[in-house]
């Protein structure tokens, strides 16, 4: 049996803000670098939660001005049936995918552009431009990379991004930092990927910062922000960025949303000992 539509709207000021779920994956702690699977377990176990951990994928639909944006695409049906359901969910928050006039991309790992194109590479959102970041973009064209990678990377990766850039060729717009969509600005948070970059969404006196990859599994990599992934482009770029968003995110006690944080993904973070904590928002009957 399928939920109800996964779709859950907040107010960032006057801007609309739609938490889209895509589905889940389920993983292993092979993934993880710098612990060991029997911290991983313990840290879940001490969470009351399900062990290897299953990672929620999200994306976030903008709205504000009468136009509208979709910050990431998901998978597609590229990584099995647990995800895939981004655009049912966009359907039923009341877009046709016709509407997105902009995708907003963190990065271009599978479950954040798979869903750009069918698997013949035909577009999915025939009328939006895509933004990314310069160094993302030239980082999955580049053969010397690519190269650089194991032959499964090459394929999952590399020729996968190349397939999506290669349908949107037209409508591809590049960025290094600054307003990207009406109220959303780009910050660059290198080290996951060298473009990878977070969202943030103001307006009045409200902002919301859409994190991407900041953070894969919440309940490992808050505790020990020092855990890095085995897909990580720079890990210790990747470390020492997480721990300088999340210190600066608890400090301000600024509101995050993010690709992998559980549905629908918005709360705020606070220090707890050497590490940090989420604290979810409740959810809210009313928008």
Known sequence: MKQVASVY?????????????DGYLDTSYGIFQGITPQEGEKLMADACLLSPP???????????????ALIETGSGNSMGLTLGYLADNIRAAGLALEDIEK??????????????????????YPNAEIALHEDEFRHWTSDAEMARVE??????YFRAARKHLQAYKDQLSLFTEGE????????????????????????????????GDLVHV??????RPDVTLDFDSD?????????????????????????????????????????????????????
């Open 103 to 124: 995708v907003l991309l963190t990065h271009m790992h599978p479950d954040h552009s798979n869903g750009l194109t069918t698997d013949e590479g035909a577009r999915i």
């Open 235 to 287: 890990p210790q770029a990747a470390c020492t960025t997480r721990k300088r968003i999340l210190d600066m995110v608890a400090a301000d006690q600024l509101l995050v949303g993010g690709m992998h944080l559980d549905f629908p993904g918005f709360g705020h973070i606070s220090r707890e000992g050497a590490g940090y904590r989420f604290h979810p928002e409740p959810w809210k009957p009313l928008i």
């Open 54 to 68: 299953r990672i929620s994928v999200n994306a976030y639909l903008v709205r504000c001005q009468g136009r509208v």
């Open 9 to 21: 709207h907040r107010k960032v000021g006057n801007i609309l803000v739609s938490a889209i779920c």
């Open 218 to 223: 919440p309940n490992i990599q808050l505790t």
């Open 180 to 211: 990207v969509f009406p109220g959303v600005m780009a910050m660059p948070i290198a080290g996951h990927t060298p473009g990878h970059t977070a969202y943030l969404i103001a307006s009045g006196n409200d902002a919301l910062m859409i994190w």
């Open 151 to 156: 032959l499964r990377k090459q394929d999952r």
